[in-house]
């Protein structure tokens, strides 16, 4: 299974992005997403999940009020709207598929297909 996950950069602090993944429909549709971000030398952490129909979805602490997740499952797609960005943002950004689709977990073992990543840098 692909995911592609897409729309990271640099960006000043206070700035936006919205990533995207992308995945077969078959996979996608059925099941709810989730982000995840690793720093270097950290752990990767939970960021946000949606559920397959999009009626639900959770978020991290460090960026409830920030980030939103959002998904259109007529383009295979889920995205990760990122405002207000601290430099303590910076990491590589994963989109994961879960095994439920309903669980909006914040536990990486919830999720059974990983993509590639992409670089959000956040400047001061």
């Known amino acids: 299974v692909q995911l592609q996950a897409s729309g990271g950069g640099l960006v000043q602090a206070g700035g936006s992005l919205r990533l995207s993944c992308t995945c077969p429909k078959r996979t996608c549709n059925n099941n709810a997403v989730g982000w995840f971000r690793q720093a270097p030398g950290k752990e990767r952490e939970f960021v946000a999940a949606?559920?397959?129909?999009?009626?639900?979805?959770n978020y991290s602490d460090s960026v409830k009020g920030r980030f939103a997740i959002s998904r259109d499952n007529a383009r295979n797609t889920v995205y990760l709207q990122m405002n207000s960005l601290d430099p303590e943002d910076t990491a590589v950004y994963y989109c994961?598929?879960?095994?439920?689709?309903?669980?909006?977990?914040?536990?990486?073992?919830?999720?059974?297909?990983w993509g590639q990543g992409t670089q959000v840098t956040v400047s001061s």
């Open positions: 949606v559920s397959w129909r999009g009626d639900t979805d």
């Open positions: 994961a598929v879960a095994f439920s689709p309903y669980g909006t977990d914040s536990s990486p073992q919830s999720y059974r297909y």
